[in-house]
């Protein structure tokens, strides 16, 4: 089992639909300052059921969503999925890829999903 992919959309600073993609081995996350590398790390601690703000550098939830720019407005939704490689089966589901996803709308309703189909926390 391995991280395959994250993808986020609407969460902090990743207004656009974003993929990141990786092969097994180690990977880095490098830039320079303000290119949103903290939220990449928030982006994995969130999807995994994180619920503390302070942890995730947030005052209330909505602190997630895409506030807007000079040239995007603000998002109705923070979207975080994270795929993983599970040919092994380490995780004891009969898929051999597993999605997890977590949604939160601007309206405070949130969900949780695993190979989009709804579950609990």
Do not use: C
Request: aromatic share 8%.
């Amino acid at each position: 089992m391995y991280l395959k992919r994250l993808q986020l959309q609407g969460f902090k600073s990743f207004a656009h639909k974003t993929t990141l993609d990786f092969d097994p081995g180690m990977t880095a996350v490098v830039g320079p300052n303000g290119s949103g590398k903290s939220n990449v790390a928030d982006s994995l601690r969130w999807v995994m059921g994180e619920q503390s703000l302070k942890l995730l550098r947030g005052k209330k939830s909505e602190d997630v969503i895409f506030a807007g720019s000079d040239k995007k407005s603000k998002l109705s939704l923070a979207e975080v999925s994270l795929t993983f490689d599970n040919k092994d089966h380490k995780i004891p589901v009969e898929y051999s890829e597993v999605v997890i996803t977590r949604r939160l709308f601007r309206n405070g309703d949130s969900e949780y999903l695993m190979n989009n189909q709804r579950v609990r926390l």
